[in-house]
């Protein structure tokens, strides 16, 4: 820059949010340098060359401001802090000092102290990993270093793994403007490394990461929220991410707030939205549905039904079947006095007349099991029955095999490969 482009740049409020931005600005309010700055330091310094003009410095010193009484800009900077620190033909160099935010009023020998700092280290380099992550992969592009260390990007989307789903892009359009929709369903952990899940978790975890991230001009402004489209954040859509990317032009629209970190899809593309969440958390429960049937094949186990139909006296009825686990269940852990009176007056009502009238008129209009029921609702019966299982002395593989052979968890295999991958990771 320029010192007359600096001396704007360090003005708080320097763009009017509602100017036309050029397609690939970033910014918008021209607040960022300074509040981001001022939430980590005391003082503010910022050094910027240009080619074939010479060297630009301002300094905000809040110290200097508390004492003066007025909001001076400080011209000239420390000589030590200048040498060095721009040798390039053009750039510009930003320095924090007076960092209280981060390090407070602790001594330099506090060893607790410095392994929180080490710890929010560790935070800033995920959050830029994650935020940039589309700078830092393209070749020639922005590179970041902590400590000399270059910071690697996090792809939320396994994009270079051969299992990684890319389901078909849309383009939505918006006051004339286009939206790009591109929905991923990310491999089950068995189709990758352990290194590989573990990092693809990402800063919140594999189940708080799904849904939708949005991009503004490739920079992420959410990472992984369902955007109030009516959607639970549930462990058996955990692998489903769709990317959305927005222009600069349509920040009113999406609610884009001053620290760029919230969005809220506008009214006529929440419909479109919706669709195509819908359609990629259907084919991630594909996948878990597809793991559960497969361990249901290894089992030895037989399938076992809770209903079971029989004769009396030339006639059909309908009774539970006494030797299904959960109804051993029900016997061991409370009183079969109590446990039997109850299931033979629900044998004995059986609705029989009003199935068969709906199932003549509107056969399709029976609803499967668990239908529409989320796996977090479903989470504590498949639990209790596990744990029963457990303590009467199976293992906890042998557990889950039965899980997937009873009604009427057999058909709803997602439900228990998720809960069998909580088991693991927990």
Same mark, same amino acid.
Not at 17 to 29: C, Q, T
Not at 232 to 249: F, G, I, Y
């Given at each position: 820059?320029?010192?007359?482009?600096?001396?704007?740049?360090?003005?708080?409020?320097?763009?009017?949010? %509602?100017?036309?931005?050029?397609?690939?600005? %970033?910014?918008?309010?021209?607040?960022?340098?300074?509040?981001?700055?001022?939430?980590?330091?005391?003082?503010?310094?910022?050094?910027?060359?240009?080619?074939?003009?010479?060297?630009?410095?301002?300094?905000?010193?809040?110290?200097?401001?508390?004492?003066?009484?007025?909001?001076?800009?400080?011209?000239?900077?420390?000589?030590?802090?200048?040498?060095?620190?721009?040798?390039?033909?053009?750039?510009?160099?930003?320095?924090?000092?007076?960092?209280?935010?981060?390090?407070?009023?602790?001594?330099?020998?506090?060893?607790?102290?410095?392994?929180?700092?080490?710890?929010?280290?560790?935070?800033?380099?995920?959050? %830029?990993?994650?935020?940039? =992550?589309?700078?830092?992969?393209?070749?020639?592009?922005?590179?970041?270093?902590?400590?000399?260390?270059?910071?690697?990007?996090?792809?939320?989307?396994?994009?270079?793994?051969?299992?990684?789903?890319?389901?078909?892009?849309?383009?939505?359009?918006? =006051?004339?403007?286009?939206?790009?929709?591109?929905?991923?369903?990310?491999?089950?952990?068995?189709?990758?490394?352990?290194?590989?899940?573990?990092?693809?978790?990402?800063?919140?975890?594999?189940?708080?990461?799904?849904?939708?991230?949005?991009?503004?001009?490739?920079?992420?402004?959410?990472?992984?929220?369902?955007?109030?489209?009516?959607?639970?954040?549930?462990?058996? =859509?955990?692998?489903?991410?769709?990317?959305?990317?927005?222009?600069?032009?349509?920040?009113?629209?999406?609610?884009?707030?001053?620290?760029?970190?919230?969005?809220?899809?506008?009214?006529?593309?929440?419909?479109?939205?919706?669709?195509?969440?819908?359609? $990629?958390?259907?084919?991630?429960?594909?996948?878990?549905?597809?793991?559960?049937?497969? $361990?249901?094949?290894?089992?030895?186990?037989?399938?076992?039904?809770?209903?079971?139909?029989?004769?009396?006296?030339?006639?059909?009825?309908?009774?539970?079947?006494?030797? =299904?686990?959960?109804?051993?269940?029900?016997?061991?852990?409370?009183?079969?006095? $109590?446990?039997?009176?109850?299931?033979?007056?629900?044998?004995?009502?059986?609705?029989?007349?009003?199935?068969?009238?709906?199932?003549?008129?509107?056969?399709?209009?029976?609803?499967?099991?668990?239908?529409?029921? $989320?796996?977090?609702?479903?989470?504590?019966?498949?639990?209790? %029955?596990?744990?029963?299982?457990?303590?009467?002395?199976?293992?906890?593989?042998?557990?889950?095999?039965?899980?997937?052979?009873?009604?009427?968890?057999?058909?709803?295999?997602?439900?228990?490969?998720?809960?069998?991958?909580?088991?693991?990771?927990?």
């Amino acid at each position: 820059m320029a010192e007359d482009e600096l001396i704007t740049a360090m003005r708080a409020g320097s763009k009017n949010p %509602l100017a036309e931005r050029p397609p690939r600005d %970033l910014g918008r309010f021209g607040l960022g340098l300074k509040t981001a700055s001022f939430s980590q330091c005391r003082r503010l310094s910022v050094m910027s060359k240009r080619k074939d003009l010479p060297e630009a410095t301002r300094c905000w010193d809040l110290d200097y401001i508390s004492e003066c009484g007025e909001w001076r800009l400080l011209k000239n900077l420390e000589k030590a802090k200048q040498e060095g620190l721009l040798d390039t033909q053009s750039g510009t160099v930003v320095i924090w000092d007076k960092m209280d935010r981060i390090t407070g009023d602790a001594k330099t020998d506090d060893n607790a102290a410095y392994k929180r700092f080490l710890e929010a280290i560790d935070q800033v380099k995920e959050h %830029l990993a994650m935020v940039f =992550h589309r700078y830092l992969e393209k070749p020639g592009r922005l590179k970041i270093w902590i400590n000399n260390r270059p910071i690697e990007p996090w792809d939320p989307f396994l994009k270079n793994e051969a299992a990684t789903q890319q389901l078909p892009q849309e383009r939505l359009l918006f =006051h004339g403007q286009s939206v790009l929709v591109t929905p991923y369903v990310l491999p089950h952990q068995s189709k990758i490394t352990a290194e590989t899940h573990k990092r693809a978790a990402g800063p919140a975890g594999w189940n708080a990461q799904q849904g939708l991230y949005i991009y503004r001009n490739e920079r992420l402004l959410v990472p992984g929220d369902w955007l109030g489209l009516g959607f639970q954040k549930e462990e058996h =859509h955990k692998l489903a991410r769709m990317q959305v990317d927005l222009p600069n032009s349509l920040d009113s629209e999406w609610q884009i707030d001053v620290k760029k970190s919230r969005a809220r899809p506008p009214g006529p593309l929440r419909t479109d939205l919706k669709r195509i969440a819908k359609s $990629t958390r259907e084919r991630a429960v594909q996948i878990y549905r597809h793991r559960g049937k497969v $361990t249901a094949r290894r089992s030895s186990q037989e399938h076992v039904f809770l209903w079971e139909q029989k004769a009396r006296h030339g006639k059909y009825y309908y009774a539970i079947n006494r030797s =299904h686990p959960a109804i051993e269940d029900a016997y061991r852990n409370g009183s079969k006095a $109590t446990v039997e009176p109850l299931l033979r007056m629900l044998e004995e009502t059986v609705p029989v007349g009003f199935i068969n009238v709906t199932s003549s008129e509107t056969p399709e209009s029976f609803a499967a099991p668990f239908e529409d029921c $989320t796996y977090e609702s479903v989470k504590r019966v498949i639990e209790s %029955l596990y744990n029963s299982f457990v303590s009467s002395g199976c293992s906890r593989e042998d557990a889950i095999a039965r899980l997937l052979t009873i009604e009427p968890f057999s058909h709803r295999p997602e439900f228990i490969q998720a809960f069998q991958e909580e088991q693991e990771s927990g």
